[in-house]
Every structure is written in C-alpha cells, then in structure tokens.
C-alpha cells in the first residue's frame, strides 16, 4: 500500500486561475511534510514545506495542512504556464529511515494559455 | 554554488557489467540519499546515509551498495548491472533531522541492456 497518495491527473487549469492539488497520507505520526515541482526531464525542486496544521503562504503558493485528516494540498493562484510540470507531495519517514522522504507518484499540471 | 553534483548525466550499460554512480554535495550536509524514479512507481528510496561513516537501506536496496566515508560523497554501485535497473536515479542531501527539506541532484539516466 502506498503511503502517500496524489490523483495522477492531468489537472488542466486555465491561465490566471488557481490550481488545487491535493495529497493523502498513511502515516499519523509523520510532522514534516513537502511539495516540490518537477519539469519533464528534471529533477525535483522543492517549492514548500509545512510542518504545522493550518496555511503556510509563500508568494503564489499556498501550503495547507490538516494531521486529523492527513491531508495537504498545494494552491497555486495566478497560474501560469511556466508553472505546468508534475507536482510532488513528500512526507518524511521519520527516523527508521534516515528521516528520508516518502513520495507520491505526483500530480500532473497542464496550465494552458 | 554548486550544490549536489551527479556522475555521469547519462550512460548505457551491459547487463552483468558494475558501475558507480558518484554524488558530492557542497553544503556539508549530514544526510544523503538515493532514489530511482521509473514511470508509474515514482520515487522510491534505495539507499541512506544519516552522516559518515553510516548507511542503512531503504525500500529498494537489492543490487545496490553505498558507502559514505565522508560527508561530501555519496557512491551508489551496482555490482551486476540487470535491465530492471534501468531507471533515473537522483541523489539528494538534507542537513538532517525530520523538519529539514532534501535538496536534489541532476539525476542519472542509466540505461541496463
């Protein structure tokens, strides 16, 4: 069973708009979680981190958190079309494995002009 | 900054042959991963370094070894390369500890045949 779940996608969303990205998790004692972008052919970069419940801001992007649920989501506002590249949410394992990350297969975003 | 630099981009690689792939980070970093990334399975950990001198294994080790003898250097081998190994594998570093992002490298295509 994967632990951290993502909708595959893709999400297409048009230029301007907001984009919502969503990401589930198993773990209940996992406290650090993480968004990062990933251009075809590239490699992850990280975007947000959130290790609270409640909203984290940071320019167009908009971390959420909820630990009850085991939910995070990523708000994107005024998309662009540079912003089209697959999303990944991340959850840290926690000691027993180094406190290495734990990713979703990632979200598909299409942001069209 | 150079930041986390991967060895080689890219190579093709006979079946039962070795090879190493190196990875060296600048930012004295504690914790140093390796991941592989295939269509449809996402990122999965093979390998993990905590600091020098320590490795423990990850959700794919089999035919891979690391070790890490300093800070800087992360090698993964593969002792017998197979085509299931055929995959990009990425590097990345963490300061360490569970609230702290992972930083990745360029990644390395290999392809087994």
């Known amino acids: 069973q994967k632990e951290v779940e993502q909708n595959s996608g893709p999400l297409s969303v048009p230029e301007g708009a907001i984009a919502s990205l969503n990401c589930t998790y198993s773990?209940?004692?996992?406290?650090?979680f993480f968004w990062y972008r990933q251009y075809s052919g590239k490699s992850p970069e990280l975007i947000m981190s959130i290790y609270s419940n409640g909203d984290k801001e940071d320019g167009r992007f908009t971390a959420q958190l909820n630990k009850a649920s085991q939910y995070v989501s990523l708000l994107i506002r005024d998309s662009q079309p540079s912003d089209s590249a697959t999303y990944l949410c991340a959850v840290n394992k926690g000691l027993d494995s180094g406190y290495a990350l734990n990713f979703g297969k990632g979200t598909s975003l299409l942001v069209t002009p | 900054t150079a930041g986390i630099t991967q060895a080689p981009t890219s190579q093709i690689l006979a079946a039962g042959r070795s090879m190493t792939l190196r990875c060296t980070q600048d930012?004295?970093?504690?914790?140093m991963y390796w991941y592989r990334q295939d269509l449809g399975l996402g990122l999965r950990l093979i390998h993990y370094?905590?600091?020098?001198?320590?490795?423990g294994k990850g959700e794919v080790p089999d035919g891979y070894s690391v070790s890490r003898a300093n800070t800087d250097d992360f090698p993964l081998t593969l002792a017998s390369a197979v085509p299931s190994q055929t995959s990009v594998y990425f590097c990345a570093s963490s300061p360490g500890g569970q609230s702290i992002e992972a930083f990745f490298g360029q990644g390395t295509r290999l392809t087994v045949v």
């Open positions: 370094s905590n600091t020098a001198g320590t490795t």
């Open positions: 930012m004295r970093h504690n914790a």
């Open positions: 773990d209940r004692v996992s406290q650090s």
